[in-house]
């Protein structure tokens, strides 16, 4: 039995993929949350076999739950479910262990296929994806800026183009509020931006995220 967690702010997306999975005789939904930090509890009390993870949810988020979950619960492995198709997100957090990548619009047998794929042990990244990456990886002249980011400036990135405050982030990532003003003036300095709202103009015009987020 594949035991799985469902990890979306939106309960109608959950029940949605709940009823795919569960009518599939080998997966078991063994819970549902709407957080990332609701999703790393529930990782290090009850392990699942597999987690579906949404990377755009209030607070610390899909990426920082994901770095979280791979760290503290290393049995259960991670398979993003995003609206996000474009570099630098899918390949970030491949780079930080995921074992799967899919889009929400992904068709409901690609999504069983690719559960029993990765409950083998297998990686699976859905095919609109993987040619992005690999676009990505063969372009060394790729123009899209937030590239150049580290995984820790682009969950800062993210959080602010989404309205967090500094002291938020802060909380949120149990690190101080001057270290994250350090990544945030370093990340202004490297994306060449003055300000929080140039910040976001910037991540919607490269699709880092898009404007039903804000």
């Given at each position: 039995m594949i035991k799985l967690l469902?990890?979306?702010?939106?309960?109608?997306?959950?029940?949605?993929?709940?009823?795919?999975?569960?009518?599939?005789?080998?997966?078991?939904?063994?819970?549902?949350?709407?957080?990332?930090?609701?999703?790393?509890?529930?990782?290090?009390?009850?392990?699942?076999?597999?987690?579906?993870?949404?990377?755009n949810m209030p607070g610390?988020?899909?990426?920082?739950?994901?770095?979280?979950?791979?760290?503290y619960a290393q049995d259960a492995k991670v398979v993003v479910l995003s609206v996000h198709t474009e570099n630098p997100i899918p390949a970030k957090v491949?780079?930080?262990?995921?074992?799967?990548?899919?889009?929400?619009?992904?068709d409901p047998q690609e999504m069983i296929n690719a559960v029993r794929k990765v409950a083998s042990g297998q990686r699976y990244i859905a095919p609109e994806i993987a040619q992005q990456i690999a676009i990505g990886q063969l372009n060394l002249n790729?123009?899209?800026?937030?590239?150049?980011?580290?995984?820790?400036?682009?969950?800062?990135?993210?959080?602010?183009?989404?309205?967090?405050?500094?002291?938020?982030?802060?909380?949120?990532l149990n690190i101080s509020a001057k270290t994250v003003n350090t990544y945030r003036y370093r990340m202004f300095d490297k994306l060449h931006v003055g300000s929080d709202v140039e910040l976001?103009?910037?991540?919607?015009?490269?699709?880092?995220?898009?404007?039903?987020?804000?």
């Open positions: 469902l990890v979306d702010d939106h309960e109608l997306v959950r029940t949605g993929i709940r009823r795919i999975l569960e009518d599939v005789s080998e997966f078991k939904v063994i819970g549902e949350v709407s957080s990332g930090e609701d999703a790393i509890r529930f990782c290090r009390a009850t392990p699942p076999d597999i987690v579906l993870m949404d990377m610390i988020g899909g990426l920082e739950a994901t770095k979280q979950i791979i760290h491949m780079q930080m262990g995921a074992f799967g990548y899919l889009t929400k619009g992904t790729d123009t899209n800026p937030f590239d150049q980011l580290s995984k820790r400036e682009l969950e800062i990135t993210i959080m602010l183009t989404k309205g967090n405050r500094v002291p938020d982030i802060a909380s949120k976001t103009h910037l991540a919607l015009r490269h699709k880092l995220i898009d404007s039903n987020q804000l």
